[in-house]
């Protein structure tokens, strides 16, 4: 109660903290056995089963209680491949290999060692391993190189690379400011990449208990931990940072293609609490010409806060509004908590109630907590039947035209000493009864799944939108998610980048924070520097907390207006080469916004590169940052770069000066690359009739290869053939430029017949040359 005195640094709280902890080694091994795609080894202590999925990814279970059980995951889609795994014991040493990965299991004690096919050490256990303790804690060390660096671990606050950190995963609601050492927050995602010398692997602990990973205490070796459950992880062979993220994304699942719409302008207020207000703010946003794609509604469009109502008084014909305003080319997103108040005579806790829907203690009786509408009853969401339940419910939203729903207070957030469930509750978990201590973690992922399922289900082939607040590996399988209850300050605006780079690494591409700051008072600079980069996150959104000035983008006089509509409109511009990406996301689980590690693994540099990131393989942003800024450093990787603003090239591996005043963003293009563009037209028309191709002369012979992706951005009819997907090659050399279209496929028709081809920084002697038929003309 007192942590937030002078009491939390008490010296006698010290003292507390370093009593040993005993933990019990696994020992040795007395005898092993192949069980399939796997092996079985029976230890003094525990056992540890050992299962290959993949050629590159192989998953350890050591459980400390009986035979560890493989068929317990919450996330994991992926099953073991038929694998050839040769088997070689050499004295002490029982070898595991497939043609990418190794395993070295020393018998006496049992000690894992795991390396590439080129003998690259991976993860290598050496005094210490896997243990256990005697209240269930299960943990193993692992040795650190003075090399490695690391990242993942989803939502977290700080510094690119996480090493020297220690991160608990406990999806936790904090309001209070987010800084470097706020740990835990709303999101659980217990993976992580190791960077070393170019060359990468991972690690996914499959484990939903309390988990902590520890990467402070020492510099040569780290700890991964649970409170229960088993050691059940998966190590990732890489060796390429990229495919470590498409290895992890093929365990947890790759995130659906989103609407287009979705990735649009999302203009959000906590709250707009009337259809006047909603359709004021509507029109003003065409009358400006300033697109918008959504309007959220926060928890005052209900009634009393219960859910799957609306206020008739400040809401008296929602059907209605949101017809006016999709015929504007604007969707609504209401929020949707998990607390139902408890209120007999609302249907909705009627049927909970009736039907035994919500989460109860073991006695039988409901758990009660206080969240917004007051005393709530929270539904059992790990239960199908429950799951199925409020699916259904969401009939409320999509018979009135809805498409989009946001999810919050789902960690779940209650509002009490802990800020949560009590952890005795007991989940019904489809049949296998255990604790609200054991699947805490996955409440949101568990409550995303119902929704978007349910949407899915009632929008007649309609793509839905989800956004969540809380969630655990594989949640962007269901859901987009904001990085929570950020604040107007520059230091805010800073944090965002790396923590949207993180979520990234971690099979996480459809993400970023509230644009402008959620809670404190923002200001004209701010918001134009915020907007600027919002324009290029994957997910962007301007939301603002009750009491806190409105920021919409002509809040702050006429000329912060007209920069934020240049922005906004260029997110529109830029459609066509972040859709693309976002189907890449889809196909591979690789990251719209990437870190530039991701792409120049092998430059040192880019390791801990906070403040620049990448769209795509080709394009650099190098935000401003902070106050009264108009010149900042920008670390140009290898390759030339041509900045956007005033086509200016700059050498690679080298730091540039980089004027910016600010209405300028500082974007960089690599030479010898493409990107494709369309026109702002109007927010009705939102469906391109034209488009472009900028390609940048230079880096001479040498061919780069990209895909160009389209569909009508609304149906899952892509699924069955309706896309158009291009592969094209841009190869440059003295002669000129040659662009070749490799492959075509895809039967979907868009409006636009042709790609304006536009070649910049080509000499007068050099020419243009187009290859391959293709039904969209490049001209």
């Known amino acids: 109660m007192l942590q937030d005195t002078s009491f939390a640094i008490h010296p006698g709280k010290e003292k507390q903290n370093q009593k040993a902890l005993i933990y019990q080694d696994v020992g040795k091994v007395k005898q092993y056995k192949k069980t399939g795609n796997g092996f079985l080894f029976i230890c003094e202590n525990a056992q540890v089963a050992i299962l290959f999925y993949t050629n590159s990814i192989v998953r350890i279970v050591m459980n400390p209680k009986g035979e560890p059980q493989l068929d317990k995951s919450k996330v994991v889609v992926a099953n073991p491949e038929q694998l050839l795994i040769k088997e ?28 590439d096919r080129r003998g690259r050490n991976l993860l290598v256990e050496g005094a210490r391993g896997m243990a256990y303790r005697e209240n269930g804690e299960v943990a193993v060390w692992k040795e650190m190189d003075k090399d490695d660096h690391f990242y993942g671990f989803g939502e977290k606050t700080g510094h690119l690379n996480k090493r020297g950190e220690r991160y608990e995963m ?14 835990p927050l709303y999101e659980s995602i217990p993976y992580f990449m190791t960077l070393r010398q170019g060359k990468a692997h991972g690690v996914f602990f499959d484990n939903t208990f309390r988990t902590v990973f520890d990467l402070k205490k020492s510099d040569s070796y780290y700890t991964f931990s649970a409170e229960g459950g088993q050691l059940d992880y998966y190590i990732l062979a890489g060796p390429e940072p990229k495919a470590v993220i498409e290895q992890y994304t093929y365990l947890t699942g ?14 959000s207020r906590y709250s707009y609490e009337t259809e006047k207000e909603v359709r004021q703010l509507a029109t003003t946003f065409i009358e400006k010409d300033i697109p918008l794609d959504v309007i959220h509604l926060d928890i005052h469009y209900m009634d009393g806060y219960r859910v799957f109502t609306f206020d008739h008084d400040k809401f008296p014909n929602p059907e209605q509004l949101i017809k006016e305003l999709h015929d504007m080319g604007i969707r609504v997103v209401p929020i949707v908590d998990p607390g139902v108040k408890k209120d007999a005579e609302y249907k909705t806790y009627q049927e909970g109630v009736l039907k035994d829907l919500f989460c109860k203690y073991i006695e ?34 999509t018979d009135i035209g809805i498409e989009g729903i946001w999810n919050d207070m789902n960690e779940p957030a209650v509002f009490n000493e802990t800020k949560t469930m009590d952890v005795t509750v007991m989940h019904r978990n489809d049949g296998e009864q255990t604790t609200h201590r054991e699947l805490h973690n996955v409440y949101g992922f568990l409550m995303g799944k119902a929704t978007y399922e349910g949407l899915k289900e009632q929008l007649n082939g309609k793509r839905p939108f989800l956004l969540t607040r809380a969630g655990f590996a594989g949640v962007q399988r269901y859901a987009a998610v904001w990085t929570g209850d950020n604040r107007s300050f520059w230091e805010h605006l800073q944090m965002s980048l790396p923590m949207v780079m993180n979520l990234g690494l971690s099979g996480i591409p459809f993400t970023g924070p509230d644009v402008g700051g959620f809670a404190h008072d923002t200001n004209g600079e701010l918001i134009v520097r915020w907007t600027q980069v919002g324009a290029f996150t994957p997910y962007f959104r301007n939301h603002s907390a009750i009491g806190t000035v409105y920021q919409e983008p002509w809040q702050f006089g006429g000329k912060h207006e007209e920069i934020m509509r240049k922005y906004i409109q260029m997110r529109y511009i830029w459609m066509p080469q972040i859709y693309s990406l976002f189907h890449e996301a889809s196909t591979k689980g690789l990251p719209v916004m990437r870190p530039l590690l991701l792409e120049f693994p092998n430059d040192k540099k880019t390791y801990n590169l906070n403040d620049q990131f990448m769209i795509g393989d080709n394009v650099m942003i190098a935000p401003i940052l902070a106050p009264s800024v108009t010149d900042r450093a920008v670390y140009m990787p290898k390759g030339e770069w041509v900045e956007i603003e005033t086509g200016k090239t700059y050498a690679g591996e080298q730091t540039h000066l980089i004027h ?15 990107i494709m563009q369309t026109e702002w037209m109007s927010n009705v028309k939102k469906s391109p009739e034209n488009m472009s191709m900028h390609v940048f002369a230079g880096a001479l012979n040498e061919s780069y290869r990209f895909i160009f992706y389209d569909d009508d951005g609304e149906t899952f009819a892509y ?17 000129g430029v040659e662009v070749t279209v490799v492959n075509e496929q895809g039967e979907y028709d868009p409006l636009y017949k042709e790609i304006k081809l536009n070649v910049i920084g080509l000499a007068r002697n050099q020419k243009v040359k187009i290859n391959g038929a293709s039904r969209i003309n490049i001209v």
């Open 88 to 115: 070689q014991i050499i004295n002490d040493t029982i070898m595991l290999k497939t043609n990418r990965i190794k395993l070295h299991v020393q018998k006496a004690p049992f000690r894992l060692k795991v390396t």
């Open 170 to 183: 406990w999806n936790t609601d904090v309001y209070a400011p987010h800084n470097p050492e706020t740990d």
């Open 254 to 267: 790759k995130m659906p293609l989103p609407p287009k719409w979705a990735i649009g302008y999302h203009q």
């Open 364 to 397: 039988g009786e409901i758990f009660y907590g206080d969240v917004w509408p007051g005393t709530s009853a929270f539904p059992d969401f790990t239960d199908q039947k429950v799951r199925k339940w409020w699916g259904a419910q969401h009939t409320f939203y």
């Open 660 to 674: 910016a005043e600010l209405d300028v963003l500082p974007i960089f293009v690599k030479r010898g690359t493409a």
């Open 719 to 735: 699924e069955n053939g309706a896309y158009l997907k291009l592969e094209l090659e841009v190869t440059c050399s003295e002669h």
